[in-house]
């Protein structure tokens, strides 16, 4: 194995607090693991305790499960108050739970899209801004956003309202990395293409659909959640000092080369 080169740090979130919503599968999960690796205490944040809590005690770090419904309005302040009575502080945010919708857009309801739009869209904008006072309160921080090339990148039928929040959630990422700059608080956004979650299962178990997306991709294979974890975790430590306002794909070619 080589040595670690010199001013690379081996655990650059050495006592840092950081809060990863949907934190208990998937992106989430891995997320968790590599920044906990990296040095930082975790706060997860999601609907179910009973999936929040086995990711915790996976981490090799201190962690606290904060139980929330992140599609009401009144989330985002109740989660920054629950981490902040735990570790006193939060010095990364990582905003990565999200559903998907795939009605047609005429069949759409209100309901529908107030609820997916809560979650994927305003609360990332509200716990981000939110957030971002605390640290520049503190001299500084960092704020990842989940975003997606679907609908931000490329279009798919039937993911009109899933579009619409993933776009606005790259429009807040750089309102608010011009917010807050001034003040120490860097904000960006990695974006996915398919990836192997849960979300993503009924791809992953059609041997010809997984075939044909496979096909796009320029390295050959979709994404791991392991893959975006490696890109926040960029973005989260001090590696990313100068980088700001920021929306990177991350998505093994797939927009980059048409097949």
């Known amino acids: 194995m080589s040595e670690q080169p010199e001013g690379l740090p081996t655990r650059p979130l050495e006592g840092k607090v950081a809060v990863v919503t949907g934190g208990g599968r998937g992106i989430g999960a891995a997320v968790a693991v590599l920044l906990a690796r990296a040095g930082a205490r975790l706060a997860l944040v999601g609907r179910t305790e009973e999936t929040l809590a086995r990711t915790a005690r996976e981490l090799p770090a201190e962690s606290a499960v904060v139980v929330a419904d992140l599609s009401l309005p009144e989330a985002p302040a109740q989660v920054l108050e629950a981490v902040l009575a735990r570790f006193g502080r939060v010095d990364v945010l990582v905003n990565n739970a999200a559903a998907e919708n795939f009605t047609a857009s005429h069949e759409l309801t209100p309901a529908e899209a107030d609820q997916l739009w809560g979650l994927n ?52 990422t750089r309102s608010l990395a011009a917010e807050w700059g001034e003040r120490g608080v860097r904000v960006n956004a990695v974006r996915p293409a398919v990836t192997d979650t849960d979300m993503s299962a009924a791809v992953f178990a059609d041997p010809d659909l997984e075939r044909a997306l496979t096909a796009q991709y320029a390295l050959g294979r979709m994404g791991r959640p392991e893959d975006i974890a490696e890109a926040v975790l960029f973005f989260a430590s001090p590696a990313s000092s100068f980088v700001t306002g920021q929306i990177l794909s991350v998505d093994g070619g797939w927009i980059a080369v048409q097949r």
């Open 121 to 172: 869209a305003r609360t990332p904008l509200l716990l981000g801004g939110l957030a971002a006072a605390h640290m520049a309160a503190r001299g500084g921080g960092s704020i990842v956003n989940i975003s997606s090339d679907v609908g931000s990148v490329r279009s798919i039928p039937n993911q009109s309202l899933y579009a619409a929040t993933k776009g606005a959630v790259d429009g807040a």
